[in-house]
């Protein structure tokens, strides 16, 4: 039929292919004839974390003896602003905090200084690069940089995005280990906002819930690289939930201070003979605003930031290259073997003893991905990680958490929807069907149900007796040699 065995190209369901065809028919073939007549340069900009606490995963050593690598025990980061040309020639800027438009205006500045000629600059669609501080000092320098835009949802177009920059000496234990540890440090996060919020009012914690509730609502969402992280609405009510609401010393600003507060507090300790200490928590990137409501002249109004928590609720792990699917073998449920009634493990014909319901090689992923899920199978054979069940959320790169949670007093709890849904769903069809509307005061008696018992008729149970007993026997006969 001339099929062949293909690794497929994945696109973004939000993307527009029309889009996409112009950037690359159209507005790409522009830039370059600009670049061209002004005599410029073509770049591509990006940005990138870098923390102090990377292990490499492998290194030379004598036979016999474990290499020591020696590193420091204080914990930083830096970020990086950096722009490649079609050349390969690199331009970068380190700074430690956050990517905000003050940032992208000063990276502008030192690549006009070091350019004699106008430098035709190719980002993506980042907040900051769209910023007002951005399009006024792009105004102010014409002949210096003019950006150009990537269309929405096309990291095709940049094939490193998203892949390490060293990819022997990424750190995939502690990416699969953060990803699993992910929603317990969330956990951690929100018991120690509580205790900074007390403090803050001064307030022991028993005192601060009896006048306030910290209520939120969170998605997850996988950046390019496989790492997950949250994206959170976090609101003082009263004590009763959103109906109330809290003292008027509970302002947006103790908010705003309590949380960077709590999420430096927030850490889980990883002890591993395979991985060595590892100490998780979050990362730099911690980027606190104030919702206002709608119809006032903030930049972030409530309904704002709903679509903006509905885009990311539409996200999976897909988004990020890997799979939509479970890789462990269901029948051995990845153990690469069953057991028989007396304790005999039996090999696992279905996965061939790996316990993997395709081997790894053959996933059609990206070469980062590949690496994060079979960093996951290998962790999780270790008896230390094995209540992480990493091989089992191997597909999801170590995350097992849901993409979207909220505390239950946050707002209408799903189990209300559900009810809400199911009494419009019975009025429409009473409705379709003709039927009487039914009076409230009366109770309708459909059927009357009594519990008879459980388990196999005794015809059946003779049949299923049998069958355990011939697959029993075909079990045995090939642990001890058959074919």
């Known amino acids: 039929m001339g099929a062949v065995l293909q690794r497929p190209d994945k696109r973004a369901v939000e993307q527009d292919p029309e889009a996409v065809r112009r950037w690359r028919e159209e507005t790409w073939p522009e830039i370059r004839a600009k670049a061209k007549a002004d005599g410029g340069e073509i770049l591509f900009a990006d940005q990138v974390g870098i923390r102090s606490d990377q292990v490499t995963g492998r290194t030379w050593g004598e036979k016999g003896k474990t290499p020591v690598v020696r590193r420091s025990g204080n914990r930083f980061s830096v970020n990086a602003m950096s722009a490649i040309s079609t050349k390969g020639r690199m331009h970068f800027m380190?700074?430690?905090?956050?990517?905000?438009?003050?940032?992208?205006?000063?990276?502008?500045?030192?690549?006009?200084?070091?350019?004699?000629?106008?430098v035709h600059l190719v980002v993506d669609g980042h907040s900051a690069h769209?910023?007002?501080?951005?399009?006024?000092?792009?105004?102010?320098?014409?002949?210096?940089?003019?950006?150009?835009?990537?269309?929405?949802?096309?990291?095709?177009?940049?094939?490193?995005?998203g892949t390490p920059l060293n990819p022997t000496t990424y750190d995939y234990a502690g990416a699969v280990l953060f990803n699993a540890h992910a929603s317990a440090l969330w956990a951690r996060f929100t018991i120690y906002l509580r205790?900074?919020?007390?403090?803050?009012?001064?307030?022991?914690?028993?005192?601060?819930?009896?006048?306030?509730?910290?209520?939120?609502?969170?998605v997850a969402e996988y950046?390019?690289?496989?790492?997950?992280?949250?994206?959170?609405v976090i609101r003082l009510d009263g004590p009763n939930g959103s109906t109330q609401p809290p003292l008027p010393s509970a302002s947006v600003a103790l908010l705003t201070d309590a949380i960077p507060a709590a999420a430096a507090r927030a850490r889980i300790a990883v002890v591993s003979d395979a991985v060595g200490e590892r100490e998780l928590a979050w990362g730099e990137q911690l980027d606190v605003r104030e919702i206002a409501a709608?119809?006032?002249?903030?930049e972030l109004t409530d309904q704002a930031v709903a679509a903006y928590v509905a885009k990311y609720a539409t996200k999976s792990a897909d988004a990020s290259g890997a799979l939509d699917r479970a890789l462990f073998c269901r029948p051995c449920q990845g153990r690469g073997a069953t057991l028989t009634t007396h304790g005999t493990p039996i090999y696992c014909t279905a996965c061939g003893g790996t316990g993997q319901a395709q081997p790894l090689p053959r996933l059609a992923v990206a070469r980062h991905v590949r690496q994060m899920i079979r960093t996951c199978w290998e962790l999780g054979k270790l008896p230390e990680f094995a209540h992480l069940k990493l091989w089992k959320w191997a597909h999801m790169l170590g995350f097992r958490g849901h993409f979207s949670t909220k505390s239950r007093c946050y707002s209408v709890t799903l189990g209300a929807l559900r009810d809400a849904r199911r009494a419009w769903r019975t009025e429409q069809a009473r409705a379709q069907a003709g039927l009487p509307d039914l009076d409230p005061t009366t109770t309708?008696?459909?059927?009357?149900?009594?519990?008879?018992?459980?388990?196999?008729?005794?015809?059946?149970?003779?049949?299923?007796?049998?069958?355990?007993?011939?697959?029993?026997?075909?079990?045995?006969?090939?642990?001890?040699?058959?074919?």
Do not use: N
């Not at 205790?195 to 969170?218: D, P, Y």
């Not at 519990?451 to 299923?464: F, R």
């Open 94 to 118: 380190v700074f430690t905090e956050t990517f905000t438009a003050e940032v992208m205006c000063r990276f502008l500045d030192r690549l006009a200084d070091h350019f004699d000629h106008k």
């Open 294 to 298: 709608f119809g006032t002249d903030s």
């Open 195 to 218: 205790r900074e919020i007390a403090a803050r009012l001064g307030m022991t914690q028993k005192a601060a819930r009896s006048v306030l509730r910290v209520s939120f609502a969170k």
């Open 130 to 161: 769209r910023s007002r501080k951005v399009r006024d000092w792009l105004a102010a320098h014409p002949d210096d940089v003019e950006l150009h835009f990537l269309p929405p949802y096309s990291p095709e177009l940049d094939a490193l995005l």
């Open 444 to 483: 309708l008696v459909l059927g009357h149900w009594a519990y008879h018992g459980s388990g196999y008729s005794p015809g059946a149970g003779l049949l299923a007796a049998g069958v355990w007993h011939r697959r029993e026997l075909e079990r045995q006969f090939i642990a001890e040699g058959g074919c």
């Open 223 to 232: 950046q390019k690289r496989g790492l997950v992280h949250f994206h959170a």
